[in-house]
């Protein structure tokens, strides 16, 4: 069974930075998507950024663009989300997902992911 685990969620100040990572556990990770995607209390989960199989292709959302960097390392099934000028606004619960099919392109709709993990809190407060 697919497993999906972040990590690296925490306090910090605004204007910091953070580097969350995810674990992909029994998929064969090279040849999948991945996603982040952040929920902040009270509010609908919302598409962050995006990684194809080659980590040459990325989408960001407009609210992160030049401030967050998706990356993947497939020797360690592990994809990573560098947070930079943490703002307030970026305050919340951040999921890493996996779409169902393999070398398949899922856009930033929540349906299109067939495995999440259970999220890693963020909270950028001073």
């Known amino acids: 069974q697919v497993r999906v685990v972040e990590s690296g969620g925490g306090l910090v100040q605004p204007g910091d930075s953070l580097r969350l990572s995810c674990v992909v556990y029994?998929?064969?990770?090279?040849?999948?998507?991945m996603a982040w995607f952040s929920q902040a209390p009270g509010k609908e989960r919302l598409f962050v950024a995006l990684i194809l199989w080659s980590d040459e292709n990325t989408e960001y959302a407009n609210s992160v663009l030049g401030r967050f960097t998706i990356s993947r390392d497939n020797a360690k099934n592990t994809v990573y989300l560098q947070m930079n000028s943490l703002k307030p606004e970026d305050t919340a619960v951040y999921y890493c997902?996996?779409?169902?099919?393999?070398?398949?392109?899922?856009?930033?709709?929540?349906?299109?992911?067939?495995?999440w993990g259970r999220g890693t809190q963020v909270t950028v407060s001073s």
């Open positions: 029994e998929r064969t990770f090279s040849n999948y998507a």
């Open positions: 997902a996996v779409p169902d099919r393999e070398y398949y392109y899922p856009g930033r709709g929540l349906n299109e992911y067939g495995y």
